[in-house]
């Protein structure tokens, strides 16, 4: 069984800086696209951005793009969210996401892409 686990979360104030980590338990991640999602509070799960196995190709939704990177080393089986600028509506928890083999990269939006979740890192920020 994979697991992906995510650290890094916390408290800050609008304007501040963030750097999520996911830890993947096997290799495995290594060939697969590696996705972030947040869940606000009475929200459904939404896309944050995604990274190609490789690293050469990312995506952003609108709302994090020129703020946030998505970056991935695969010697370490880890991939990063680097969040600056943060908001007061960038408050959620956010999961880290492994992409379902086979998955198109048109496609890494929706989370049926994905077939493997992390548990979470609440992320406040505060205005």
């Known amino acids: 069984q994979v697991q992906l686990v995510e650290s890094g979360g916390g408290l800050v104030q609008a304007g501040d800086s963030l750097r999520l980590s996911c830890a993947a338990s096997r290799r495995t991640f290594s060939d697969r696209a590696m996705g972030w999602f947040r869940q606000a509070p009475g929200k459904e799960r939404e896309f944050v951005a995604v990274?190609?196995?490789?690293?050469?190709?990312?995506y952003y939704a609108d709302s994090v793009k020129g703020r946030f990177t998505i970056s991935r080393d695969n010697a370490k089986n880890t991939v990063y969210l680097q969040m600056n600028s943060l908001k007061p509506e960038d408050t959620a928890v956010y999961y880290c996401?492994?992409?379902?083999?086979?998955?198109?990269?048109?496609?890494?939006?929706?989370?049926?892409?994905?077939?493997?979740w992390g548990q979470g890192t609440q992320v406040t920020v505060s205005s």
């Open positions: 990274i190609s196995w490789r690293g050469a190709n990312t």
């Open positions: 996401a492994g992409g379902r083999a086979g998955s198109r990269w048109y496609m890494m939006e929706n989370k049926n892409a994905y077939d493997y």
